[in-house]
């Protein structure tokens, strides 16, 4: 599975901005997709996560109520709707897949930057 991320950028606090990540290969053997973030120096950070059937959703304590995620498997896509953002929000945003059998995210896409600006 290739997980390709796109659509992070430079934004006012209280502004919004919408993450795709586009999954190839092996998709039917995906279970569920997540997105993740790392700050400069922090550890990584569970965001959000989805089944890749049945739309079940979790989410990280410090985005809920402002971040959405959402998928549309005829796109093999999953989107991560981010609003309301604080500058604590500013990281790399990576998308990442796992299959049922495994415990962990064994697929992860190369990252995308999102930046908020006080």
């Known amino acids: 599975v290739q997980l390709q991320a796109s659509g992070g950028g430079l934004v006012q606090a209280g502004g919004s901005l919408r993450l795709s990540c586009v999954a190839s290969g092996r998709t039917f053997s995906i279970y569920r997709m997540g997105w993740f973030r790392q700050a400069p120096g922090k550890e990584r950070e569970f965001v959000a996560a989805i089944n890749w059937s049945g739309g079940i959703t979790l989410y990280g304590e410090s985005v809920k109520g402002r971040f959405t995620i959402s998928r549309d498997n005829a796109k093999n896509t999953v989107y991560l709707q981010m609003n309301n953002l604080i500058p604590r929000d500013t990281a790399v945003y990576y998308c990442?897949?796992?299959?049922?059998?495994?415990?962990?995210?064994?697929?992860w896409g190369q990252g995308t930057q999102v930046t908020v600006s006080s």
């Open positions: 990442a897949a796992r299959r049922a059998q495994v415990q962990d995210y064994d697929y």
